[in-house]
């Protein structure tokens, strides 16, 4: 029996990094915190007769790995979703947990709607494999996120992403792998990333101003350029709203990913008890990235615009969002006063399809979630140079301004190349003179 109403919410993503330290003692209290990291991280192999814990060598954990042969109540797999062999024992243990009062009813009804989106989409794209997937992917999803349940992993200002002893970066390239038609994708100027990777080789900093489409962003990157830049793909440090650490559906995909952590300015007045907590959080998340850009050869990814780009209501075609010129020129401040030396591209992403966000922005996590197959892209434009680009401007308003507009600008044209390449089926033949079309490698279909 289906556990759903008839409208459920459901699922976000995210990112951050733990503390997680193992003593070797005989307290109480230490012998706890043993137990508790073996259940996040089953991985870990306890050495009793040293007491410490060390990471089981050639066996990290990944999708593709076998579970241990430890019950889950030892090492926190959860046997009621990592033994699943069929769709009925999924969602028979979601019902089981529910039940059994381990699993609230709201998350519950978000992690079967998840299944049942997520099984839609993967079987749209027509693999032969489509049922071995679902099954494979969702089974270490569920088991992530009740282990979030049980025991909520708590995010720091900066997360670093989480690859051993459980691989976190794996686990979300291997879910939205699925979703991406590769056919259909495009990548845009790709030698300007490997111009960036050779930057950051030389201790400089780059940043990335990108309008923002989905919660999957992160995974679209990065699949999209794991082949020819693979350093980008795994280094990019997010710059993401608070409201996508907080699901706990979406947290272990957060986990995977870096973050740097700030509260939007669209809901820093949901609740006014909270805006002075989110101001000294936001203060605090600036203080780490300054720090971040002062060692040099970082990778920030931001979105000016505050949120998710929707369609517009009347004529429901999607754009970019318009971007916030304060946000830019605070980005910019920040990297001219590191002193390592940056770089700032516009970055523009086409992937709404896959995981489109609701209408309208809404106060309340827990948005309604769908999940889709296509085609996406991303493309980088020429490096936009501050002092040419205001050189004419009579003010510092005026030149912060200027400079926003042209950054959107190049945005808004790399998106019309994806759209056309993507959505109006012109392909590489999309190319203009200032945005070269590629595909990734179809590796991935093999």
């Given at each position: 029996m289906s556990i759903l109403p008839p409208s459920s919410p459901t699922l976000f993503l995210s990112t951050r990094n733990p503390r997680v330290s193992l003593l070797p003692s005989t307290s109480t209290s230490s012998s706890w915190r043993v137990r508790s990291a073996l259940r996040r991280f089953p991985c870990?192999?306890?050495?009793?007769?040293?007491?410490?814990?060390?990471?089981?060598?050639?066996?990290?954990?990944?999708?593709?790995?076998?579970?241990?042969?430890?019950?889950?109540?030892?090492?926190?797999?959860?046997?009621?979703?990592?033994?699943?062999?069929?769709?009925?024992?999924?969602?028979?243990?979601?019902?089981?947990?529910?039940?059994?009062?381990?699993?609230?009813?709201?998350?519950?009804?978000?992690?079967?709607?998840?299944y049942y989106n997520y099984k839609n989409a993967v079987f749209k794209s027509g693999d032969p494999r489509a049922e071995e997937i679902v099954l494979s992917n969702m089974r270490v999803?569920?088991?992530?996120?009740?282990?979030?349940?049980?025991?909520p992993f708590e995010f720091s200002p900066y997360h670093e992403a989480i690859r051993e002893p459980f691989n976190y970066y794996l686990f979300g390239q291997s879910y939205i792998r699925p979703l991406i038609n590769f056919r259909e994708s495009y990548v845009g100027n790709v030698s300007l990333f490997t111009k960036m990777e050779q930057q950051l080789k030389q201790g400089k900093n780059v940043i990335l101003i990108s309008n923002h489409q989905t919660e999957a962003d992160p995974a679209v990157i990065a699949l999209l350029l794991e082949t020819t830049n693979p350093h980008i793909s795994e280094n990019i440090i997010y710059v993401a709203g608070d409201r996508v650490i907080t699901d706990p559906l979406c947290k272990p995909f957060s986990m995977g990913r870096n973050l740097l952590c700030v509260y939007s300015k669209k809901h820093m007045n949901d609740d006014p008890e909270l805006v002075d907590m989110k101001r000294r959080a936001n203060t605090r998340s600036l203080k780490e990235m300054a720090l971040l850009l002062r060692g040099g050869s970082k990778i920030i990814w931001i979105a000016p615009s505050g949120g998710r780009d929707r369609p517009d209501p009347v004529t429901n075609q999607w754009f970019p969002a318009a971007f916030d010129a304060n946000s830019l020129d605070n980005m910019r401040r920040l990297v001219h006063h590191a002193g390592a030396g940056g770089h700032i591209y516009p970055l523009a992403m086409l992937c709404h399809d896959i995981m489109p966000?609701?209408?309208?922005?809404?106060?309340?996590?827990?948005?309604?979630?769908l999940i889709s197959y296509h085609g996406t892209g991303v493309s980088v434009g020429p490096e936009i140079n501050f002092q040419e680009a205001t050189a004419c401007c009579g003010s510092p308003d005026e030149a912060k301004a200027v400079y926003s507009q042209a950054v959107y600008d190049s945005v808004c044209e790399q998106y019309n190349v994806l759209q056309s390449a993507i959505n109006g089926g012109k392909g590489l033949e999309a190319s203009t003179l200032n945005v070269s079309l590629s595909q990734p490698p179809l590796h991935h279909l093999s």
């Open positions: 870990l192999a306890f050495s009793a007769a040293h007491g410490t814990a060390e990471t089981v060598q050639d066996k990290k954990c990944s999708l593709s790995s076998t579970p241990p042969t430890v019950s889950g109540s030892e090492l926190g797999y959860s046997s009621t979703f990592i033994d699943a062999r069929s769709e009925q024992d999924l969602l028979s243990g979601i019902q089981r947990e529910l039940e059994a009062g381990t699993l609230p009813k709201t998350v519950a009804q978000m992690m079967e709607e998840l999803a569920f088991d992530r996120m009740f282990l979030d349940v049980k025991e966000p609701p209408p309208q922005v809404e106060k309340e996590i827990g948005e309604k979630r």
